[in-house]
């Protein structure tokens, strides 16, 4: 999904552009092997990888009760850090059965956002393991802020990244 800097999206899902499906690892690559690297997207562009079936909006009935994990990312860093979140969801490192719903990698202007979507906002010892997880499979360093924000919070405010609940 890509918009011009400043302009607003009216209809969110309709904005998205569906690039493929995948059922295995290897086709996953054969796809991922022709996509832009995040850092060759213009400012304002995101990549949503979610399950069949979950679209990648709040409101999805699996989605609706949960909320994400959030890193904020200096610029530069966005492709490797993708590249090894996509992975570890794909080859199922969270262990956490179907509480992941996807991810998102948000291209901004002054940083970069990955986010991983989850089913169960009110179940905190799997939500801890998703975030310790994610510390874990993207090398984060020990005092790196992670942020988590409800679905419900973000239709309340209308906002993915402001008023988080921020983790030291």
């Known amino acids: 999904m890509h918009r011009a800097p400043g302009s607003k999206i009216l209809n969110y899902e309709s904005a998205m552009k569906k690039i493929a499906t995948f059922g295995s690892v290897e086709d996953f690559w054969a796809v991922y092997s022709h996509l832009r690297r995040p850092h060759e997207l ?10 069949q079936g979950v679209r990648p909006v709040w409101e999805d009935p699996a989605n609706i009760n949960g909320g994400k994990w959030i890193v904020r990312l200096k610029k530069g860093l966005a492709s490797r850090y993708w590249e090894n979140l996509v992975m570890a969801v794909i080859g199922d490192q969270f262990d956490v059965g179907s509480e992941i719903c996807g991810v998102v990698l948000s291209i901004r202007g002054s940083e970069d956002i990955l986010s991983i979507w989850n089913q169960s906002a009110n179940e905190g010892r799997i939500n801890l393991k998703i975030r310790d997880t994610m510390k874990k499979v993207l090398n984060l360093p020990a005092d790196t802020i992670m ?22």
């Open 147 to 168: 942020e988590y924000k409800t679905h419900n919070d973000a239709l309340k405010d209308n906002s993915s990244f402001r008023n988080t609940d921020v983790f030291r």
């Open 42 to 51: 213009p400012h304002v562009s995101d990549y949503h990888l979610f399950k």
